[in-house]
């Protein structure tokens, strides 16, 4: 029989069980947090990717974006720039939100891992790894501007060098950073190849603080393995999660349940029109269908008849074409 892994602590703050939801920018929103919640098994929660120049600018707190309710705890805002006083400013700022209850974050996640290319043109996510002295500043600034966990998530790097990653990590953790978070590709790399787990063994044998394995995780058997070949303290979940919300409970629990994908969607799709704007909530639809359409036998036809829709009735006639024929458009949670 497996070992189970234990509980992580960051901090202080247990993480129980030790799997983490990945923060992705317009997957990761409020509304899927509320899908993914209904399951249980998730023991940390990570907001989307939030700008820390636009927290600073727009201020705008109704906002989805910085939402999250007490079922959705531990929560994470993670955070993205490259600007050490703006970041620090951001986390400040968010630290005064609160969810239903009274409680604040729990945490923060700071962005040196996305790829995207407009974010490397402006210094920030995976361009925050080119410069150890300089981002060692910016580290600092954050890491003094709140007293809760402090996490990061970074990539290989830009090269494939060993002795540069592990440098990179021992700053991170000389600097107050809590835990690390590695998604082992390179920054060109994006989501091609093959995460080489190898890496997460790497940080975890010289770092003293958490490491957390991020990368090719796609069932409960992934999830397992890469505890046992890196002996990583937590594992996080991205797109596995979006295509599989009920995966973290799976591990939890030990079984391979396989819950009804056709009421999910539907749940999903209320979610989101009870959360944002209708385009907005349409938008959302389509990516979060992307993946989940997997788990339908004939998902890519699914999914394109979906993306192709420009309205919402267009989209139930296609999720729920009973409901839509007899002329109810409403979709209940």
């Not at 992580?8 to 990945?22: D, E, Q, R, S, W």
Request: proline letters at 5%; aromatic letters at 10%.
């Amino acid at each position: 029989m497996a070992v189970r892994p234990g509980p992580m602590t960051i901090k202080g703050l247990i993480i129980n069980p030790p799997l983490v939801l990945a923060p992705m920018a317009e997957y990761t929103h409020f509304a899927f947090r509320q899908l993914l919640a209904s399951f249980g098994g998730c023991g940390l929660y990570l907001s989307e990717m939030i700008s820390a120049q636009k927290t600073v600018s727009e201020r705008g707190w109704h906002k989805p974006l910085f939402r999250w309710t007490s079922d959705q705890t531990p929560f994470f805002f993670q955070i993205m720039g490259h600007r050490a006083e703006i970041m620090a400013e951001a986390i400040k700022m968010l630290s005064d939100l609160v969810d239903e209850t009274g409680r604040g974050p729990a945490g923060f996640d700071l962005n040196m891992g996305c790829g995207a290319h407009w974010l490397i043109r402006e210094g920030s996510g995976v361009a925050l790894m080119k410069d150890i002295s300089a981002t060692r500043l910016l580290v600092r600034q954050c890491r003094a501007a709140t007293s809760l966990p402090l996490t990061a998530k970074i990539r290989l790097g830009w090269e494939k060098d060993p002795d540069y990653l592990v440098r990179f990590g021992r700053m991170l953790e000389d600097e107050g950073v809590d835990a690390v978070t590695l998604h082992p590709r390179l920054a060109k790399e994006h989501f091609t190849g093959r995460a080489r787990w190898q890496y997460i063994a790497l940080l975890k044998e010289h770092l003293k603080i958490p490491v957390i394995g991020n990368g090719d995780v796609r069932d409960r058997d992934d999830i397992q393995t890469l505890f046992e070949q890196t002996q990583c303290d937590g594992v996080m979940l991205g797109r596995a999660a979006i295509r599989k919300p009920w995966l973290f409970s799976n591990f939890l629990n030990d079984h391979d349940r396989q819950p009804d994908p056709d009421a999910i969607m539907k749940s999903m799709f209320a979610l989101l029109l009870n959360t944002f704007p209708e385009q907005i909530a349409l938008v959302r639809f389509k990516q979060f269908l992307k993946f989940f359409a997997d788990n339908f036998r004939f998902g890519h036809q699914l999914y394109w008849k979906v993306y192709n829709s420009r309205t919402i009735i267009e989209i139930i006639a296609i999720i729920d074409p009973r409901r839509s024929d007899n002329g109810n458009t409403a979709i209940n949670v």
